[in-house]
């Protein structure tokens, strides 16, 4: 079993929709949960970072966390053809340094104006 | 706003060559990461770097790879011999504290041929 699970898409919406982005995971010491979007041959750029369980919003992002279900999801709403992308999710245990974050395979999302 | 950077953004090299990737993090971080991601496959950590020396690493992260701060602003990854599976996206990562989030430069492309 992948200690990070993505749910894989491809995802196609239009443009106004409410999307979904999803990830389970395994390993119960993650405790840092990440929202990432990465544009094609470009590097992760972090949208969202939370470390409790919860929803958190920024904007039209909203990211929620599980624990007891180890779920993490990452809503949009109002979706733009800028969301266009790959969004991976990222956690990290506690006690040791964000960085070493174990990502998920990613979800390409296409929205359509 | 402060960012990550790069060089070279593309990198060609014969198999069995050294290449150097170099990195300038942002100035007030104390971590500093490299990942990598093979062309249509997740991103990898590498190795973090604290106060001059590997805190972790994985197991991908082999004698083959060194990783130096030669001076107060750059962070470089070195491959020894490289070969043809080295061929990815190479990402260069810092982050502030322990802890907290790290910020990804534009990536590395080398291809080793």
């Known amino acids: 079993q992948k200690e990070v699970e993505q749910d894989p898409g491809p995802l196609s919406v239009p443009e106004g929709a409410i999307v979904s982005l999803n990830c389970t995971y395994s390993?119960?010491?993650?405790?840092?949960f990440m929202w990432y979007r990465q544009y094609s041959r470009k590097g992760p750029e972090l949208l969202m970072y939370t470390y409790s369980s919860g929803n958190k919003e920024d904007g039209r992002f909203t990211a929620q966390v599980d624990k007891s279900s180890k779920y993490i999801s990452l809503f949009i709403r109002d979706s733009q053809p800028s969301d266009s992308a790959t969004y991976l999710c990222a956690m990290s245990p506690t006690n040791t340094n964000a960085g070493k974050s174990t990502f998920g395979d990613g979800t390409t999302l296409t929205v359509k104006p | 706003e402060p960012e990550v950077t790069q060089t070279p953004s593309h990198q060609v090299t014969q198999m069995g060559q050294e290449v150097i990737l170099r990195c300038v993090p942002i100035?007030?971080?104390?971590?500093f990461y490299w990942y990598r991601q093979i062309l249509g496959q997740k991103v990898e950590f590498l190795v973090s770097?604290?106060?001059?020396?590997?805190?972790?690493k994985s197991e991908i992260f082999d004698d083959q790879f060194s990783v130096e701060r030669p001076d107060g602003s750059n962070f470089t990854l070195k491959i020894r011999s490289t070969k043809l599976e080295d061929s990815a996206m190479y990402f260069c990562?810092?982050?502030?504290?322990?802890?907290?989030?790290?910020?990804f430069g534009q990536g590395t492309r080398l291809t080793v041929v």
């Open positions: 390993n119960s010491a993650f405790q840092y």
């Open positions: 100035s007030n971080h104390l971590y």
């Open positions: 990562a810092s982050s502030e504290y322990q802890g907290t989030e790290a910020f």
């Open positions: 770097f604290y106060n001059n020396e590997i805190s972790e």
